[in-house]
């Protein structure tokens, strides 16, 4: 059996041209979008940073001490989130609609 590839081989040799083989082309170079997004990202860090009304209130005494008051805007809490009284045994599963069709 080894006989036989052997001849198989020398044949080819002989008969088939092997193509030459060829180096893989260099890498393209990296496109602008590698170098601009990390740029575009900062930018509008800072736009948003600076771009921010702290809404700061600066008053001054007369024993020279500053004073700094902020406000804020919206109420911050969480009553409108426990607002819902369900419990678990109220509670009914979505597809509840689906087996309602079949007892009916």
Known sequence: MKEFFNQMRATDLKEK???PF???QKKQKPSM???LLPLATVAAM???FFGI???KEVVETEDNT???TMTIEAPMSTDGF????SSMTQWKSPSDILIQE???
Do not use: G, K, Q
Request: aromatic fraction near 12%; glycine fraction near 0%; hydrophobic fraction near 50%.
């Open 82 to 85: 426990m607002a819902d009284e």
């Open 102 to 104: 079949f007892e009916d």
């Open 66 to 68: 500053l004073v700094i």
């Open 17 to 19: 041209e092997i193509p």
């Open 53 to 55: 009304d702290w809404n």
């Open 22 to 24: 060829e180096l893989p």
């Open 46 to 48: 800072l736009l948003l």
């Open 33 to 35: 979008v590698r170098y």
